[in-house]
Structures are given as structure tokens and as C-alpha cells.
């Protein structure tokens, strides 16, 4: 089904339709949301947040882009406009991160029985949190053009703006995170002393990993798979997998909708 017909089916009030679209992109918005937000309860939250924005103005929709294009630059406005988070006052600057890092001179290594669990989930973690080092733009260029890879001229129509002007940004984007990488990550530069398994005791006193709620780790393949690969600097470049939605909004969404009268389906 075209996109245009899939927005008419929605808009008449069409539920397996409704359902069917919602179920599409709420993966799509959920993995642009965790990525730049780093917590996976605001993730949630904008996801549901932005799924409303989507279906209330399918109408505006005029295909000067894919439908996927435009659910993208209804989420990253989205995104881009929310409130400086927790997370973002926490982490900082980079040289705050360092710090961070730095701040244990004998870190102890993890000894459990599900320490490869347990590392996976702090490399996620971690990596993602670099990104909240980043401003706002260069942060949305670099998921768009290296965790998703989506080329420049479609990532200019989401973050309306040019394609060099997009290209600058996750350039500079870029080379923030490599020269952050080459000073402290142990997997990018042996030389580093920061090791993901030496930094999990203290992630879980502090709170940063909870090991009967772990936030990434079962949400996803291959992105811990490519850190691996991050001292040849192709991995922090490459699709880091997809994060799996482990909420699905469709029940509460539709009825959201149908109480507010926004569609109205049988």
C-alpha cells in the first residue's frame, strides 16, 4: 500500500490499518530516541509522545518525502526540542566524561557469573552516553548519518537543513568522539587504562547499571559485536543494530486516540 493510501485508510478511522502503521514506526522513532536521549524510560515516553505528533498530522503529510523520511523529521523536531535532560546535566561536557573516568585510580575488575552480561551492558551504556557530549546538532547528525546511516540528502530533509550543512555537523561529530576515544577507551587504544569490566562494580553502586532491570543489553545484537572492531574507528561508524521495543504502544495509543476523538474508528 502507498504511503498516501496507508494515510487515508488511517485517517477514516481504518483501526487494522491504524495499528498496523503504529506497529511500523514505533521502532524506528524508539531507536532514534534511545540513541539520543540515553535513558530508556524518557525514550519510552518520547516515543509515545511522538507516535501522537505522527498521527495527528498525517493530514499535513504531502509526500515531498518517504513516509519513513517524514516520521523522522517529526521525531527529531521532536527530540531536539525537549527540555535539557537528566541525563544531559549529568554527563556533561567530554572532559567531564574523562573525568568521570578517570575518577578511580585501581578500578576492580567484575567477578560475577554474568560478567560478559554485565560488560555488554556497560559498553551500550557507555557509548551511548558519548553521544550526550555532543550539542544537539552534531548529537542528531551523528545518529542519523553513522548509527542509521542515512545519507546526507535525507538527513538534510529531516533536520531541515542543507546536506553540507549536515555533512559539517557529523563531521564535527566525528572527530569530538575519536579524539575522545583515542584519550580514554581501553578497546579504541590499548594504552588507555579504562576497561568496560573494571568500570561495572562501580556503574552498579552508582546506580548507572542495575543488573535485575539492565537496560540495553537484551535490546540488542550487533552493536556490542562492532565495539569490539572500534580501534580500526569502523565500528563507532557502522549500523549499531536495532534497539527492540519492549513496550508496544499500540493498545494505549489507540485508545488514547479514540478517547480524545482524534480518529474515530468502530
Known sequence: MKDFELIQEVLAGNKPQLDSFIQSVQGQIYNLSLRFLWSKEDAEDATQEILIKVITNLARFEGKSSLKTWVYRVASNHLMNLKKTKVEQAVG??????????????P??????DSRLMEREMKTGCTLAMLQCLNRDQREA??????????????????DTTPETFRKRLQQ???????FLESNCGVYNPQN???????????IKQGRIQPDNLAFTNTIDSFNTEMEEMNSMAGIYQNHGSFKVEE??????TNLLKTSKIINYD
Open 173 to 179: 561529530a566525528r572527530q569530538q568522539i575519536g579524539t
Open 142 to 159: 551523528f545518529i542519523l548519518g553513522s548509527a542509521l546511516k542515512i545519507n546526507s540528502k535525507k538527513a538534510a530533509t529531516i533536520t
Open 193 to 203: 587504562k579504562c576497561r568496560c569490566s573494571k568500570r561495572i562494580n562501580t556503574a
Open 108 to 113: 576492580e575488575s567484575y567477578e560475577g557469573a
Open 93 to 106: 561536557s567530554f572532559q567531564d566524561f574523562s573525568n568521570d573516568l578517570n575518577y578511580l585510580p585501581e
Open 248 to 253: 508496544d504502544f499500540t493498545q494505549e495509543l
